[in-house]
């Protein structure tokens, strides 16, 4: 554990190697987790959690487009939820969450990731989103 400099609390230092991404189960995740993820509607398709040492220290939830819309357009992917507990931000693991969820995205076929989330913006944009109303967008191109 080290000080954050930011907030002065505990927070445990992480490196890319000490966590792994799996797929999720939704009456496992941690209560402040569940309390926002139980509140997405409707309810996510894809969950994925990062795991530190068996306990869950991140997640994200995100709905795959079931059909394209009524014009024969994709519809995107949308990312619901990225949180990480406050003792392991600041390593990575959202950074790598968000990442994940896009390399699932694209292996489904996902041209747009779409994230109707206020923000913050400096850590979207950071990961090559851009804002736009309602949240930000990511477009993923063909190789």
Known sequence: MVDDQNTGSKV???????YEVFRGDPTALPAKMAEIYGAIEPPPDVLRVAKFQQQVIGCYAMHSPQS????????????GMVMVLDAYQRNGVGRWLVGHAIGVAESKGGRELRVPLPGPAEFFEGLGLRQVPGGFHYAMYPE
Not at 12 to 18: E, S
């Open 12 to 18: 445990m230092a992480l490196g890319q190697r000490d």
């Open 68 to 79: 394209p819309d009524a014009d024969g357009k994709p519809v995107p992917f949308e990312l």
